[in-house]
């Protein structure tokens, strides 16, 4: 990962003339090749294949504007992101801001009355950023505990329960949680991305297979589940930790931001992808469509129940990275600091226990709410409209107040307008997931 240089705070050169991107320590730059991989590995997950579920809720022509829609905001935000965050490390001269330091520097050079709250925003960013990263290891659990019992319920006389399915795979999603060195998972995340490859490709194959009427799609949905079809393809494009991260580390990062740099570039294909699986997936199955596709394939046929384990062992591994995340972040940020005079026997103890803990809390999430869909809803709408559509708004905002933003420019309420479709989008997504969850769980339709 990027570091900040320590020396990028000495007072080398006049502001205007002060470069962050000369003063980042990358232990290893990628190349705009590399990103722009690096970009489609991390915005093309499991969100990609609960797309079609989406268009169910929002109706075919309007999930496809929509998509291209969000697609645009999402690509946006991240530029406004990238460029607020290069001019609040011009300021305080520094090489590198993480997400929730940018906060912090937002609320002091801002407005007046947000500096009351620089203290508190660290703390709020890295609550978004856990609960996401948390809720999205949520949502590999139920999708793996799923797909085993899809393909188990085949070679059992009486279905067991999703509940018997997710005890079996505690220990080891356990396991590789419990690994601390990041390079060990390396290969198998090359054969997971392998796999992903192979299963989009199978999908494809089972979609164009008897296509229906076209028109048999409605072209709009119910308002009401609009905010379900937000929440979804909000989780699925907005990988905002992934996009920070990959720019953080680019040799070049000045070709981030460009018109046709890796960002657009690579958010342009991605959203084409998901636009493509979205609406072939619900061409093809309607109201039929299962919250992940891969549960609509005709279990009996032994491809299909290949491809299906297969994506569970991807996901798996997936689990790995993406609950790093929130470890190193409680870690790094709370823990250590309390633990300075501990001896390294003691830490690492500690150490283990945060990861178990981690892992507990996703599995009992999980169990508790064990709705995929839903809860890659309510994932997205709560966390991702904070911090990938609001956050980088006022980040805008405060990094160039009050020169060129203020109640008299057009930049100012621009950016007042991306915060409030954030907020809309938080409160209603979240409030229509939850409410949709309640209805489920009273129902008992698991």
């Known amino acids: 990962m990027a570091q900040r240089n320590p020396k990028a705070e000495m007072p080398v ?4 003339d002060y470069d962050p991107h000369l003063y980042r320590v990358v232990e290893a730059p990628t190349t705009n090749m590399e990103t722009f991989v690096h970009l489609l590995k991390g915005c093309i997950g499991t969100g990609i ?39 609040e490390c011009k300021k305080v001269r520094v090489g590198l801001l993480t997400y929730p330091e940018s906060m912090k520097v937002a609320c002091e050079i801002g407005p007046e009355c947000l500096r009351c709250f620089a203290p508190y925003a660290p703390a ?15 949502v590999y659990v139920v999708f793996v505990g799923k797909n085993l019992k899809y393909v188990g319920d085949v070679y059992t006389s009486s279905p067991w329960s999703l509940y018997l399915y997710m005890t079996m795979i505690f220990v080891p999603f356990l396991l590789i949680l419990c690994v601390k060195n990041l390079k060990l998972l390396a290969p198998f995340s090359v054969v997971a991305n392998i796999i992903t490859l192979i299963t989009f490709g199978v ?26 079809y937000f929440g979804t393809s909000l989780f699925s494009l907005q990988s905002v930790g992934v996009v ?19 960002l657009n570039i690579g958010m342009c294909v991605v959203t084409i992808i998901y636009v493509g699986v ?10 039929l469509i299962e919250s992940t596709i891969t549960m609509n394939f005709p279990i009996k046929e032994l491809l299909a129940q290949i491809i299906i384990l297969s994506y569970a062992v991807a996901i798996f591994i997936s689990y790995g990275l993406q609950g790093y995340v929130p470890v190193h972040i409680i870690w790094h940020d709370y823990m250590v600091k309390r633990l300075e005079d501990a001896s390294e026997k003691k830490k690492t103890f500690y150490e283990y226990v945060l990861r178990i803990s981690c892992v507990l809390t996703t599995f009992i999430l999980a169990m508790t709410v064990p709705l ?40 100012f309420w621009k ?8 907020v809309v989008g938080l409160l209603s997504g979240s409030y229509s997931s939850i409410y949709a969850i309640a209805q489920k769980l009273a129902s008992g339709e698991y």
């Not at 297979?209 to 009401?224: E, T, V, Y």
């Not at 979205?278 to 109201?287: L, P, R």
């Open 49 to 87: 294949l609960a797309m079609p579920e989406a268009f169910m809720f929002s109706g075919m022509l309007n999930g496809i504007i929509s998509t291209f829609l969000i697609g645009i905001l999402c690509t946006y935000c991240f530029q406004i992101l990238a460029k607020s965050q290069y001019i």
């Open 13 to 16: 050169a006049p502001e205007d």
């Open 203 to 228: 999908v494809c194959w089972y979609i164009f297979q008897g296509l229906p009427k076209f028109s048999d799609r409605p072209a709009m949905g119910s308002i009401m589940n609009y905010p379900l």
């Open 278 to 287: 979205g609406m072939m997936g619900y061409w093809k199955y309607g109201e």
């Open 124 to 138: 709020l960013t890295n609550f978004f950023l856990i609960f996401y990263q948390v809720g999205t290891c949520c």
């Open 372 to 411: 995929l869909g839903l809860f890659i809803s309510l994932v997205g709408s709560f966390c991702l409209s904070a911090l990938g559509i609001a956050f980088p708004a006022i980040l805008e905002l405060c990094a160039n107040w009050p020169e060129k933003s203020n109640p008299k420019t057009f930049l």
């Open 415 to 422: 950016d007042m307008v991306i915060i409030v479709i954030g």
């Open 244 to 262: 920070i991260t990959i720019e953080n580390n680019m040799a070049t990062p000045k070709n981030w931001t460009q018109p046709f740099g890796v």
